[in-house]
C-alpha cells in the first residue's frame, strides 16, 4: 500500500525513525507554545490520502508524554484530505514550546471494520454482563 501525501508550505514530509516503527512522526512548521495544564492546536500542514478501510490515528510521542507531560489524540477518517490538525494537551506545571521541525506526535494508519448497525431490544447475556470500571476489582 502507498500513502498518498501532500505537503502545504513549510511542512515536513511525515518519516519512520526505523524501517519498523508503526507510526509516522509528524513536525511543527512553527513553534508552539502548549502553557501548563491547557492545550494548544497544530496544523501540520499535512494531507494524506487515507485508503478506504482504513484510518489514520494520532498519537502522543512516548518522549513528549514521559518527559515533557504532552498528550496527543485524534482520528483521521478515509475521505478527509484537508491538513492534519493535532490538539496537544500539556498535564504538567510548566508551560511546554515546541519548536519548528520537531517532533509533534505521530500518525498510525490501520485497517478498520465497518459493521452494519442493526438496533435492537436487548443484548446476548454475557459474564461481564454491565460490569464497567472497578468490576473486577484490584
Excluded: W
Excluded at 44 to 61: C, D, L, M
Excluded at 72 to 81: F, L, M, N, P, Q
Amino acid at each position: 500500500m502507498k500513502l498518498r501525501i501532500v505537503l502545504d508550505e513549510g511542512a515536513k514530509m511525515p518519516m519512520r525513525a526505523h524501517p519498523q516503527d508503526a507510526g509516522m512522526d509528524l513536525f511543527t512548521r512553527e513553534d508552539l507554545l502548549i502553557p501548563a495544564r491547557g492545550g494548544a492546536v497544530c496544523d501540520t500542514g499535512v494531507r494524506v490520502e487515507i485508503p478506504a478501510g482504513y484510518v489514520g490515528f494520532i498519537k502522543s510521542k512516548s518522549g513528549l508524554n514521559v518527559k515533557r507531560n504532552v498528550v496527543a489524540e485524534g482520528v483521521i477518517d478515509a475521505g478527509y484530505t484537508g491538513p492534519i490538525v493535532v490538539k496537544l494537551y500539556n498535564h504538567g506545571d510548566a508551560d511546554q514550546l515546541i519548536r519548528a521541525g520537531e517532533k509533534l506526535t505521530q500518525l498510525v494508519i490501520l485497517p478498520i471494520a465497518l459493521p452494519e448497525l442493526e438496533l435492537c431490544e436487548s443484548l446476548e447475556e454475557t459474564e461481564r454482563g454491565e460490569g464497567g470500571f472497578g468490576s473486577t476489582g484490584k
